[in-house]
């Protein structure tokens, strides 16, 4: 399948040299209207989808999906509590009808995500007795789901995020409970279940804050051993939950440079640009008593003011900057989400506030940015 679509961009690639040729023979310009075209042959652009989306219930969010979008992702449906909820329940209800949509679509489809600390029902770490687990009844479950999952869509899945978020901001690995009852071995473990399941699938280790010097030297320790030991890793997800001011793209381009070094795809994954204050910056001002709504932490409810729209573009105008420049290393940037009224950054880090994150707007209209962005192909 993955030769099919390559050969697909191939085309694509052929037919717009063919497209630039004749419109420079008519002394015209050639103008992309839409992201998928504007970013073909560069990287595929992609989306997180939620339920109402994969079950097509938000008909017009879907339809701009298919007009924009030629890489999806699941939101939600593959992580391990909803599609393995209890030890012998599967539930590929909702992860069948997104694997379908993708594919119906021709489009890139990444399972996010196997193996992380969150989202991950207790029952794989308890017996039924609700005691912790020995390491190899652990394995053996780690085993079962991976193989389970990637094996049913075999040859169907492009890519897998295999594991999430195992390294801390600091560089050290993350004590969850995989790391604590199996050992670091956990990680390549899984990366090897994976590759047995489905040998063509490309498999990914995903993270946050990636441009955190630390955590980007602990990832690169964690890649370069698991390469010693022969793991089946061939790329990396720089997750891209960013805000106005951070990550810097200085310290972006680092990562990038520093995980294709590795010999690795680079991914931005789980795009989105949140406008609206950090608490973590405002603590001890507003927000001492934890990430509590507060008015003056949601300043933007009834719309956003034209300076912070022309800093939001700008922003995203210097991360694409980035991102073409670094074509050759990047295969995917998948926003996380569709439009702003579905970005879980209305919630997080406080619930119920209205951030403006993403390309589309509540009502799926093109945000000025898909402009700009677009602009940079030409
Ligand atoms: C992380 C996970 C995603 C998602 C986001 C928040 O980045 O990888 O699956 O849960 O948090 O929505």
């Known amino acids: 399948m993955k030769r099919t679509k390559r050969i697909i961009t191939l085309l694509c690639i052929c037919g717009i040299i063919a497209g630039i040729t004749a419109c420079k023979n008519n002394n015209d310009t050639p103008e992309a209207k839409t992201l998928k075209e504007a970013f073909s042959g560069k990287f595929y652009i992609g989306a997180a989808l939620n339920e109402r989306q994969i079950s097509g219930r938000s008909r017009d969010e879907t339809e701009l999906v298919k007009k924009q979008f030629n890489a999806v992702v699941a939101e939600n449906c593959m992580k391990s509590e909803r599609i393995h909820p209890e030890e012998d329940t599967y539930d590929f209800s909702l992860p069948d009808k997104f694997v379908a949509f993708g594919e119906e679509n021709g489009m890139w489809i990444n399972g996010h995500t ?51 978020e195992a390294v801390l901001d600091n560089g050290e690995l993350r004590k969850s409970k995989f790391y604590e009852i199996i050992g670091e071995d956990y990680i390549r473990l899984a990366f090897e279940f994976a590759r047995e399941a489905d040998p063509d699938a490309e498999l990914y280790y995903n993270d946050y804050s990636t441009a955190i010097p630390e955590k980007r030297e602990g990832i690169v320790r964690m890649v370069k051993k698991l390469q010693e030991q022969g793991a089946p890793i061939d790329g990396i997800g720089m997750q891209g939950h960013v805000d106005i001011k951070a990550p810097s793209i200085a310290e972006l381009e680092k990562s990038i440079l520093a995980f294709s070094s590795l010999g690795l795809r680079v991914m931005i994954t789980e795009l989105d640009l949140s406008v609206l204050p950090s608490p973590w910056e405002m603590a001890g001002a507003e927000v001492s008593s934890g990430f509590e709504y507060s008015e003056e932490m949601d300043p933007y409810k009834t719309g956003l003011p034209d300076s912070v729209t022309v800093a939001f573009n700008r922003r995203y105008t210097d991360l694409f900057s980035l991102f073409l420049k670094h074509q050759d290393k990047i295969d995917r940037v998948t926003f996380w989400g569709v439009n702003d009224g579905n970005s879980w950054k209305n919630n997080w880090p406080i619930r119920g506030r209205t951030d403006y994150p993403l390309l589309f707007d509540r009502n799926n209209r093109p945000r000025s940015a898909v402009d700009s962005i677009i602009r940079l192909t030409r």
């Open 114 to 164: 196997l193996i992380w600390h969150s989202q991950v029902p207790e029952w794989f770490f308890e017996d039924s007795s609700g005691n912790t687990v020995s390491r190899d009844v652990l394995i053996r479950r780690m085993k079962d789901h991976i193989q389970t999952v990637v094996g049913r869509y075999k040859g169907r899945v492009d890519t897998w995020d295999v594991v999430n």
